[in-house]
């Protein structure tokens, strides 16, 4: 698995090209974006359709502390951090005002909240400039190690590693490391408590589970995680502009832990992964495929592509409704 | 000596008075029956005890301090357990889980603790998983640990919810109708159970609509009629009160 793991950077590169490995690096990202609202949603089942607002934060942290926006240059291993921090804040700002809602509710006014951080970061270039507006940051520092960056190739051996894979590597072992924070929370106090506020929330109020608090962890751990992904986001495009975080990123991500596998970690990264690739497959193979079978572009590809996703999504709710990879339990009782 | 002492609760759902100045006392280690016909208002009598429900009026003090009622979480941690008359499990966690998670309350390990795995966590996790074992054992559905709560038959989703109730360390400990749907020998096998209940100390206070079992297992009993408490006496005088068999006239119990 390791081994696979380390050499799928070269065959994607080599067989694929730089395009593709820019794919693999996105979808590590979306992987990381998927399991931390899978903590909201999945486990506490707070339905979330701002998420994308925490990963915006991330982003914006990571590139107002290293750009030549305000002229500060630190260090990627000091933002992330910070990032995480910031994002969890706006967690628990999502949170306190929305404890009592659930369901729809909850979800629209999730909904208003990404849009409104969208709106901030689109507006507060006046009076005074913190966020450049919708023209974003760019020059941003990208990422580097031990003095590296990770913009740039390296020599191993003779064998020249593009930066590309750099990133890839560095996405990795955070992605690695966010799956066993996810899988260690999960198997605790704390993610007990998710699930039986999930399964119901006065029997879990009656248990002694102090409700305000742990639903207010849960916004803030899947908001850090957010952050994580985002300041790497950042360093990672060099650029950031509120463009990249509407609405449509953060049903993406929804989609991702619906469609894996709510609550399940394994079925969760299986949908960030098909989510972030098979689109990224039909915008290339759409215009081939269709001059060779028609000799001509009958269907812009864009659209193509959101007609198979929406097509996919209606066959995976009819006929795998608690998703692609769900919990063994799930899965029994879904059969019934 | 009095565990806990409710002193002129009320409550009300808009037209309804639910509740009206009711006030009872209940001692420690006895088994006190709360009963009444449908709508009487014992429901609604253990959602404001437990706070689940704010009250309009009264006060309680159990334990010798007033409890806040408000916050349920608190309640609990005070030391008063309850079911509910319509099951409420955590349907998609196995049996073992929902008693663990009855354990939140008297444990504390956060989130570092379980990122890091910290030998604190480790051993709280590990205590935490004995002693559900345990109380499954207890309450007679060790065999069933692994299987989802939804999947267990009534009596043993009813087992696993006092199970679970047991978790949190309660002095007092409220069941609401716990023989509700159950046949002749479930109704037993819970007699037995919470026989069990009071030699090992613990206090009970029991709705329930089946009279016999109410009568042959209380120490003491209430009655509610119509959100007030119209008796409070032993089983056999509450039986023989004339407003209490008023009450129950016309009303399928007996
Ligand atoms: N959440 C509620 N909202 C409005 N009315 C309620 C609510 N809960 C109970 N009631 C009313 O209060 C009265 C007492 O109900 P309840 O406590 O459930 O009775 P019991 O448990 O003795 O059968 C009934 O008239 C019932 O309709
Ligand atoms: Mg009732």
Redesign the pocket.
Known sequence: MALFLAVTPFVVGAALGNAWLRVLDFALLYIMLALGLNIVVGFAGLLDLGYIAFYAVGAYTYALLASPHFGLHWPAWAILPIGALVAGIFGVLLGAPTLRLRGDYLAIVTLGFGEIIRIFMNNLNAPINITNGPKGIARIDPISIGGHSLSKSIDVFGITVPGLTLYYYLFLVLTVLIVIVGIRLQNSRIGRAWVAIREDEVAAKACGIDTRNVKLLAFAMGASFGGVAGGLFAGFQEFVSPESFGLMESIMVLCMVVLGGMGHIPGVILGGLLLAVLPEAFRHGAVPMQNWAFGKVLIDPENLRMLLFGLALILVMLYKPAGLWPEKQHRLEMRK | MSLLEAKNIGKR??G?Q?LKDVSLSINSGEIYGLI??????????F?VLTGL?PRDDGEVIFDGKPLELGSPHKVTQAGIARTF?NIRLFAHMTARENVMVGRHARTKVGVVGAVFRSRAQREEEAAIERRALELLHYVGIADRASGLAKNLSYGDQRRLEIARALATEPKLLAL?EPAAGMNATETAGLRTLIEGLRRDGLTVLL?EHDVKLVMGLCDRVAV?DY?EKIAEDVPDAVRNNPKVIEAYLGTSTS
């Open positions: 759902f808009g309804v639910a009444g016909p449908n709508g009487a208002g014992k429901t609604t009598f959602n429900y008359q609401d709705i509610l959100g």
